[in-house]
């Protein structure tokens, strides 16, 4: 599991297909779950999405190696954040 510090994460995308249409889905289900708001943010661009937006997940282009940084806002913050650096620690379960 992921260290959460302040209520945000830093996590590295392991699958060798990036981060691309199946774990973005998985992502927006695991961010629904919690009573949350998450965001991440591509270290190296700058370029934010919302873990509630497929599309913003996939609009940030992370390929096999770019670093992220989950940041989230709520009740269940921290829950959320560890579900989801997990779901990127196990490689997108590839």
């Given amino acids: ?56 997940l996939l609009v940030l282009a992370a390929n096999q190696g770019t670093h992220l940084l989950l940041s989230a806002t709520g009740a269940d913050a921290a829950a959320a954040l560890s579900a989801i650096a997990d779901f990127f620690a196990s490689g997108f379960n590839e």
């Fill in 1 to 56: 599991m992921a260290a959460v510090q302040d209520n945000a994460v830093e996590v590295t995308v392991k699958s060798p297909l990036g981060l691309h249409g199946r774990p973005a889905a998985h992502i927006v289900k695991l961010a629904s779950s919690f009573n949350a708001d998450v965001t991440v943010r591509n270290i190296e661009s700058g370029e934010v999405g919302n873990c509630a937006s497929i599309l913003s």
